[in-house]
């Protein structure tokens, strides 16, 4: 598994564990994820990978992978909107490659999702009470988010040359 089909399996792994509760912000939260989530599994069926189907991509099969009870709307934008951010990084990378079917998969990296940018849901949160019951969810939802993206790792460590394939 290249370095590239390797992130987009765990990515997927990941978004497709997560679950936005009902809420203000639960459409936005779910468009974006469904948007990510069908973005990594066109690149993998891009680069002949069966990661892209259920129960593929891993060491594990995806159902292993468990599934935390609905996340507050607000955690889930603002982790996968941080990602997308973070997927400027990674882009840099990708570009350098000189496979060109990883120069094909430019769907998860290079695509503008629809939803609120992470500034703007970053903005909204910052106007809320920093203290209580509300604003503890959210963090503790934030971290199952990001704990569900580490685990969907293959192997721990795993995350060297990820994009260069």
Known sequence: MTGLTTFLAAS???LDAIEPAPGPCRAAAETLRRSMADAARRDLAELGSPAHEPGHGTSEPAASLPRPAALAAEAVLYVLGGARMGAAVLRRDWGRSRDPRVLACG???GAQFDGPSWPAVAQALGARPAVGADAEAIVADARRVFH???RSWPEPGHKKE????
Do not use: I, M, N, P
């Open 107 to 109: 769907r998860y990296l």
């Open 12 to 14: 997927l792994r990941a």
């Open 148 to 150: 569900t993206f580490e």
């Open 162 to 165: 990820l994009v260069r394939g």
